[in-house]
């Protein structure tokens, strides 16, 4: 039963994923960093390095800019729009060995 193709297919998407989010770790344990935010055409989006990617922002805080916020404790991601509201500590739990709930902007929207 193992040898089955979607039992052998799962354990190679497994693996890659172990692969990828231990490729990628910080050097925090615990932590841990799953790629999101998936699209088509890369030509509508454009990569920047503006130190706006770089801030954390506490849950509730008010979203400086609109686009798509990913949690840096556990990889979730949610939208928000300037000037609204963060989504609070109890939008999402995850284990205390994941870290605080802090949202970093990874998806700037062009205009909002």
């Given at each position: 039963m193992d040898n089955e193709p979607h039992t052998m297919a799962s354990r190679h998407v497994g693996?890659?994923?172990k692969l990828q989010a231990t490729?990628?770790?910080p050097?925090?344990?615990?932590k841990?960093?799953?790629?999101?935010a998936y699209y088509k055409n890369g030509n509508y989006l454009i990569q920047e390095?503006?130190?706006?990617f770089d801030a954390l922002h506490a849950p509730g805080a008010i979203a400086p800019l609109s686009g798509i916020y990913r949690c840096e404790g556990c990889g979730n991601s949610?939208?928000?729009t300037k000037g609204h509201?963060?989504?609070p500590q109890n939008h999402h739990q995850h284990s205390i060995l994941a870290g605080a709930v802090q949202w970093r902007l990874v998806v700037k929207a062009h205009y909002a």
């Open positions: 693996e890659a994923l490729a990628s770790a050097t925090q344990p615990f841990w960093r799953m790629k999101m390095q503006g130190l706006e949610a939208v928000s509201a963060l989504p």
